[in-house]
């Protein structure tokens, strides 16, 4: 997977079908109806019963539609992935204006996969990879590619733009500097 800039956004490319699914997922995670996710993703927030009731009424409804609209949104931009020039990889452009919702989205989503698959820190340090089980540890990779697709939109890496969407010609795109494959699944870098 590599990340570039354009006028109009974000754009990922060589994407495997590992990393597509995993995006794929964003969506579905988000609307979960597992109670733990739902725990997770709308926790309990005030020790005053009273209080905790009048926050469930009044603001877990409003966050519940923000999760379904963003939901809705990374399905929509998800909707044009298109296939990288003559590889098997596949290029998705995250507009500008959706990045906020993208970030919030791929946070909740590494957050229901924590909970789906048991996690616990430990299996996040370097030497915890190891003694997860196989479906731990393809939560845990796919976890780390989410995170590095927030990385990027949160600007953790210096990309400037390339100009607009349409100048860029995916044939001629070096496919040679692949990051992440979840089609093999292997121990992450440490670091």
């Not at 490319?13 to 969506?27: I, R, Y």
């Not at 048991?118 to 540890?137: I, P, R, V």
Request: aromatic fraction near 4%.
């Amino acid at each position: 997977m590599w990340a570039g800039r354009v006028d109009e956004g974000y754009v990922f490319g060589g994407l495997s079908a590992g990393c597509v699914e995993t995006l794929k997922g964003v969506p579905m995670l988000l609307e979960s109806a597992d109670v733990r996710v739902r725990e997770r993703l709308l926790p309990e927030t005030c020790t005053d019963g009273d209080d905790e009731e009048h926050w469930r009424r009044h603001a877990v409804p409003e966050l519940e539609r923000l999760f379904a609209s963003r939901a809705q949104l990374v399905r929509r931009d998800l909707a044009g992935l298109r296939k990288l020039g003559k590889s098997d990889t596949q290029l998705l452009l995250i507009p500008n204006q959706h990045v906020n919702a993208w970030l919030a989205a791929l946070n909740a989503a590494r957050l229901a996969l924590y909970v789906l698959n048991d996690l616990k820190a430990s299996h996040l340090e370097a030497d915890g990879f190891a003694a997860a089980t196989a479906k731990q540890q393809e939560a845990i990779l796919r976890i780390h590619v989410l995170a590095e697709v927030q990385s990027v939109l949160l600007g953790d890496y210096e990309i400037e733009s390339g100009g607009p969407m349409e100048s860029l010609d995916p044939d001629r795109i070096d496919l040679d500097g692949d990051l992440d494959d979840l089609d093999d699944v292997t121990r992450p870098d440490p670091e």
